[in-house]
């Protein structure tokens, strides 16, 4: 991601405020997006025990590998509402009689069977209420999230090219390319995407025991060891899409250390026991990895699972720049801005890039000006040269 996050946090502030749950002296939930509201009547709240064995999982009590499992054989329709109801349900810790009502007013027991692919009646007319909780959802945000600075591009069409390949033909892509290049913010747009993908970033030393933490909360399972692996399993089919980035923080440091790239093998078992697609990406590290004397024979099982290797260039393209200029609001740079462009792409990367575009709007705003222009930039990119005690 970027170095400089400023913006990047503003706007994580201000999407936490435009989305969130408030509850009313009666138990009365609220579904906020800006100015507008999905209201729906819930009754009261129990408390939740934070001491009871499942308090990991949070208000809703529903296992992820319980709903993936009971929604497989679905026809395609009904099983992708199911999971996006399961999914918003997780996102807003929602209990099953919350979710029933903002559904059409059913019951919590309702909700749990359907979720859990119990629910003995025809989901027909459960999923069209869902669908349409769906609609009015995604409308609202349409209509009042903030903008999130994604600038499709050349780029864009080409990792979403290889994810759709991966899931398509059950196989694995690689993505290599150095950090700062715009691979995260392509990648994270894709998962949102594309149905039923999830975006994972490994975390920091990549071992196998921070891993499975990090996908048991994003499948919402709680446990460890082996039993928590094998319900991470479990939660993928041959119709989920995985990306995993960051993967060069796999591949150990030392010759005489092969801990981190157990988590490679296990994603590896995922994808034997169950065929979803899947996505690595990660930097030079990554990909010098499969060639290397120490990890070559180890990786080469993985090598062959492949469907393409997307190696990316370390500089966007001329027409790709002018594209961020446009969005916002600027003309191709020339002169001042255009040597500013090139010495920062050079050296810095497009994250630095565009982290200044960023900065420079946000001073436009603060100055009060309808239109931004490329003296704000200049003066943004002078601001942090100043912070960083750079001349």
């Known amino acids: 991601m970027h170095t400089l996050t400023h913006p990047e946090k503003a706007a994580e502030a201000s999407a936490e405020r435009i989305q969130r749950r408030e509850r009313t002296s009666d138990g009365e939930l609220a579904l906020t997006n800006g100015d507008h509201n999905l209201r729906q009547s819930t009754g009261k709240v ?57 559904v059409g007013n059913k019951d919590g027991v309702t909700m749990s069977l359907l979720l859990r692919g119990k629910y003995t009646a025809r989901p027909d007319n459960l999923v069209s209420l869902i669908k349409q909780l769906r609609e009015r959802v995604e409308k609202a945000e349409q209509g009042h999230l903030p903008q999130l600075d994604f600038i499709p591009t050349a780029l864009t069409e080409r990792i979403m090219n290889l994810c759709q390949a991966s899931l398509n033909n059950h196989r694995i892509g690689l993505l290599f390319g150095e950090s700062q290049i715009g691979k995260t913010e392509n990648l994270q747009y894709c998962a949102r995407t594309i149905p039923n993908a999830f975006y994972v970033s490994i975390p920091t030393q990549g071992t196998l025991i921070h891993f499975t933490a990090v996908m048991g909360d994003l499948l919402h399972i709680s446990g460890r060891g082996p039993e928590v692996r094998r319900r991470i399993i479990n939660a993928v089919d041959s119709k989920t899409l995985l990306i995993f980035d960051e993967m060069h923080r796999c591949i ?46 180890l990786l080469k099982q993985t090598m062959r699972r492949r469907i393409a290797v997307l190696p990316l260039d370390d500089k966007p393209t001329p027409k790709d720049l002018n594209d961020f200029a446009e969005a916002f609001g600027l003309l191709p740079a020339h002169g001042e801005a255009r040597t500013l462009q090139d010495k920062v792409i050079a050296d810095e990367k497009l994250g630095v890039w565009l982290a200044i575009l960023r900065m420079g709007r946000d001073l436009a705003a603060a100055r009060q000006q309808k239109t931004m222009s490329w003296g704000d930039v200049i003066s943004a990119e002078a601001a942090l040269r100043k912070l960083e005690g750079r001349k």
């Open 46 to 102: 129990s408390e939740f025990d934070p001491d009871s064995p499942r308090a990991s999982l949070g208000r809703c009590k529903t296992p992820g590998d319980a709903v993936m499992a009971g929604t497989q054989n679905l026809p395609d329709d009904q099983r992708a509402a199911i999971r996006w109801l399961y999914s918003y349900q997780v996102k807003h810790d929602l209990t099953c009689g919350e979710i029933g009502k903002l």
């Open 252 to 297: 150990p440091r030392s010759s005489t250390s092969s801990m981190a790239l157990q988590t490679i093998e296990f994603i590896r078992e995922i994808y034997d026991a169950k065929k979803p697609g899947i996505v690595m990406s990660g930097t030079e590290v990554f990909r010098d990895a499969f060639q290397s004397r120490a990890w070559g024979q």
